[in-house]
């Protein structure tokens, strides 16, 4: 059974930083680049970062410079740094492969202030 579980998420002030992390089981989980998503109410759900097997990185150009995406293969997690948000980066956000799978978790709810 593999199943993603996303933490991390809360209300927080605009420029204020949280750290997402997402564990993931049932997978050999080093075989897989993975992503941060996200999706705001009203929204279709968009892509946020990307980390492959070997930790390349890249980033959507809305969070560029404000937030890093890294991995701990031994711990089978993912995670996100977030600095800077903005009011705009509210949303549920997921973690899920880059080539998406039908692995969707909960998700956690992030909260930016205005």
């Known amino acids: 059974q593999v199943q993603l579980v996303e933490s991390g998420g809360g209300l927080v002030q605009p420029g204020g930083s949280l750290r997402l992390s997402c564990g993931a089981s049932g997978i050999i989980f080093s075989s897989y680049d993975m992503g941060w998503y996200r999706q705001a109410p009203g929204k279709q759900r968009e892509l946020v970062a990307t980390?492959?097997?070997?930790?390349?990185?890249n980033y959507a150009d809305f969070v560029k410079g404000r937030f890093t995406i890294s991995r701990d293969n031994a711990k089978k997690s993912v995670y996100l740094q977030m600095n800077s948000l903005k009011p705009e980066d509210t949303a549920v956000y997921y973690c899920n492969a880059r080539i998406i799978r039908e692995w969707w978790g909960q998700g956690t709810q992030v909260t930016v202030s205005s």
């Open positions: 980390i492959t097997r070997g930790g390349s990185t």
